[in-house]
């Protein structure tokens, strides 16, 4: 058959506007999360991370939303430029797995 | 520090021949992950490394598929026999530890024909 890509969900926002990417995690018992951006031809960077005791976690123009009760995280972009388009993957790390897995990531388009 | 270093940066081989990946991780880390990345199946961890030793290869795909840490400073990732399916972005990522978050490399794009 014919081979079919990950569709990555697309968020397209305005230069200025705040963004929110989500992501549903797989593992209840995941207790580190982390979010990286992935820009074209380069290896994913570290933009924040968070721990499963807290709900909460601000960065520089980003913040980390936890939401253990249905296996939720999201990523808040304040004022987003055009240098954050890119793909954002959110990461769960499982505990005595020695594992991070990554998902499909969601891909950000800026427009100026 | 340069971060991850990961070469080559392109590699383009025929079927059938040995491809050698090779990594540096940034100097006092403690754990090193070679990641795949295709459009099929996204970002996959193949194997880490804690303190140089293999903790979890359950991510690599066959015995064709082989990983190395001879000391704290490299690592390769050796495909033999290549085949056209192992077309992919490979990444070397480092972190201090396990649980923190990984540096990744520039990555190697290998394309068998």
């Known amino acids: 058959g014919e081979n079919v890509g990950l569709h990555l969900p697309t968020l397209s926002v305005q230069e200025g506007d705040n963004s929110i990417i989500n992501c549903a995690y797989s593992?209840?018992?995941?207790?580190?999360f982390i979010w990286y951006k992935q820009e074209s031809g380069k290896g994913p960077q570290f933009i924040i991370d968070?721990?499963?005791?807290?709900d909460k976690r601000q960065g520089q123009r980003v913040t980390v939303l936890l939401n253990k009760t249905v296996k939720h995280l999201s990523l808040q972009i304040a004022a987003t430029q055009p240098g954050d388009s890119a793909v954002y993957f959110c990461?769960?790390?499982?505990?005595?797995?020695?594992?991070?897995?990554f998902g499909a990531g969601t891909r950000l388009f800026v427009k100026a | 520090d340069a971060g991850v270093i990961q070469s080559p940066r392109h590699e383009v081989t025929e079927m059938g021949q040995e491809v050698t990946l090779r990594c540096k991780p940034i100097?006092?880390?403690?754990?090193l992950f070679w990641y795949r990345q295709t459009m099929m199946r996204g970002l996959e961890l193949l194997i880490y490394?804690?303190?140089?030793?293999?903790?979890?290869d359950s991510g690599m795909p066959e015995d064709r598929f082989s990983a190395k840490m001879p000391n704290a400073s490299f690592s390769t990732l050796k495909i033999q026999p290549s085949e056209p399916r192992d077309s992919a972005v490979y990444f070397c990522?480092?972190?201090?530890?396990?649980?923190?978050?990984?540096?990744f490399g520039q990555g190697t794009r290998l394309t068998v024909v």
């Open positions: 990522a480092s972190s201090f530890k396990v649980d923190t978050e990984a540096f």
């Open positions: 490394f804690n303190n140089n030793v293999p903790i979890d």
């Open positions: 990461a769960e790390f499982i505990t005595g797995g020695f594992k991070t897995i």
């Open positions: 593992n209840s018992a995941s207790d580190y």
């Open positions: 100097s006092g880390h403690n754990s």
């Open positions: 968070i721990r499963s005791n807290m």
